[in-house]
Each structure stands twice: as C-alpha cells, then as structure tokens.
C-alpha cells in the first residue's frame, strides 16, 4: 500500500509558474513510476507526466517543453515544475504511483487526494 498527499496547489497567474510536490509514504518509493494527472472542472481526467524509477520521463503534448517531472527517491516525493502557466493548466492536480519500471500514462495503483491549481489574472 502506498499513501500520497500532494501540494504546492494555489492561484497563479497566466505566465507564472509553480512547483506542486507530492510525498508517497509505504512501500518502496522507488520501486515505482509515478504519474501527475488532472482533472478540470466538466473534464475527465488527463494524463500529464510520468517517470520511471529511474528518471526516465514522459509528457502529454498539452504540457511539454512547460512541465518538468522530476524525483527524489531519498525523500520519497516527486515534483512537477509548471512555467509558462495558461488559464487550461487550471484543474485539480493527482499525484499517482504504480508498480512497475516502465513509464506509463494509465493503470495507476494508487492515487493522492489531488491540489487545486487555478491560473487566472
């Protein structure tokens, strides 16, 4: 069992940027891949970025060369850098983990109770 609690979620305005984390407390951290998603308000929820255990990273169209994932497996948490922020980056941001080395965009295990993010002026 793996628990996540994100954070970093607030108001920002177009251009600015933010750094959400998200701490995984449980089994190994490492052992891993970890996943951002969002969901915004009448949307499903959206893939945004993985990385593998070892710091292989992918990113959906909508994020990439703006969004930076990244990990630190000593702490046990994983970031997801935002610059360049556009009023569709608003949504609630969930942090996700599942077993495995490969990067994935679905079948997470486990999922954080998610953080608000709102670009606006």
């Known amino acids: 069992q793996v628990q996540l609690v994100e954070s970093g979620g607030r108001l920002v305005q177009p251009g600015g940027s933010l750094r959400l984390s998200c701490v995984a407390s449980?089994?190994?951290?490492?052992?891993?891949?970890m996943g951002w998603f969002r969901q915004a308000p009448g949307k499903e929820r959206e893939f945004v970025a993985t990385?593998?255990?070892?710091?292989?990273?992918y990113y959906a169209d909508s994020v990439k060369g703006r969004f930076t994932i990244s990990r630190d497996n000593a702490k046990s948490t994983v970031y997801l850098q935002m610059n360049s922020l556009k009023h569709e980056d608003t949504a609630v941001y969930y942090c996700?983990?599942?077993?495995?080395?490969?990067?994935?965009?679905?079948?997470?295990?486990?999922w954080g109770q998610g953080t608000q993010v709102t670009v606006s002026s």
């Open positions: 996700a983990a599942r077993s495995g080395v490969l990067l994935s965009t679905v079948n997470y295990d486990y």
């Open positions: 449980g089994r190994t951290f490492s052992s891993y891949t």
């Open positions: 990385i593998s255990w070892s710091g292989g990273t």
